[in-house]
């Protein structure tokens, strides 16, 4: 079954850690790939997104993620964390020849501790 | 300003009842989608619709019903024979069904089933 998978349900690591959160998935055709987070009481909102070319993109606060097609990885990426990254990630595959459907992964809960 | 709305926040109902939670749009996106939200579980598709008068079943349809009567709106309907429907639900949108288009989300409903 096609599927999206996130490596770590929860994280926990001190400012100015790094973070990288792990994505992969099964899909084997093109994909278009999403990091969304989910901060506490707040919408789900776009980090970023890759849909062709450069295969390392950056998104909002710092983010980044790197697309390796021959490993059907979508790493999510921030080289130093602040307590206000505290959030659950999601890593979210849309394949190009479907009607729209985007794939979600369990997400990643992440806690920044000062 | 241009958004996703849903309503209510919270829902409370008893067992056996029916239950419709809003969904309105105005950024004028053709798709619309919704999805069920549980811990550890990530997003899960319900139902989808990519253009008005028209919706598909997505991973989790059964106990489920939409409409998409105006392009604007997608009303989900938790029936009785939804068997567990206590869940935080999401609606989203997107410009269109193409490849190169991210989805919005709303606030999301919490929905408990006493």
């Known amino acids: 079954a096609q599927s999206v998978s996130q490596h770590n349900h929860h994280v926990i690591l001190s400012e100015a850690a790094s973070l990288e959160l792990g994505c992969n998935y099964s899909?084997?055709?093109?994909?278009?790939l999403f990091w969304y987070v989910q901060y506490p009481g707040q919408h789900l909102q776009l980090l970023l997104k890759?849909?062709?070319?450069?295969?390392l993109v950056k998104g909002i606060k710092g983010f980044e993620a790197e697309f390796i097609k021959s490993k059907f990885s979508f790493n999510l990426r921030k080289p130093s964390v602040q307590w206000s990254d505290t959030a659950e990630y999601f890593c979210?595959?849309?394949?190009?020849?479907?009607?729209?459907?985007?794939?979600f992964g369990a997400g990643t809960q992440v806690v920044v501790t000062p | 300003d241009g958004g996703i709305t849903q309503s209510p926040k919270y829902l409370f109902r008893k067992e056996g009842q029916n239950v419709t939670l809003s969904c309105e749009q105005n950024?004028?996106?053709?798709?619309m989608y919704w999805y069920r939200q549980d811990p550890g579980q990530g997003l899960r598709l319900i139902y989808y619709?990519?253009?008005?008068?028209?919706?598909q079943k997505g991973d989790i349809a059964e106990g489920y019903s939409v409409s998409r009567e105006k392009k604007e709106s997608f009303p989900l309907t938790v029936t009785s024979a939804q068997k567990n429907p206590t869940a935080f639900y999401l609606c989203?949108?997107?410009?269109?069904?193409?490849?190169?288009?991210?989805?919005?989300f709303g606030p999301g409903t919490r929905l408990t089933v006493l």
């Open positions: 890759y849909f062709s070319g450069d295969p």
């Open positions: 950024l004028n996106h053709d798709a």
């Open positions: 619709s990519q253009i008005v008068n028209d919706f």
């Open positions: 979210a595959v849309k394949v190009t020849d479907s009607w729209g459907k985007f794939q």
């Open positions: 989203a949108s997107s410009i269109s069904q193409t490849s190169y288009n991210e989805q919005f």
């Open positions: 899909y084997g055709g093109t994909v278009n």
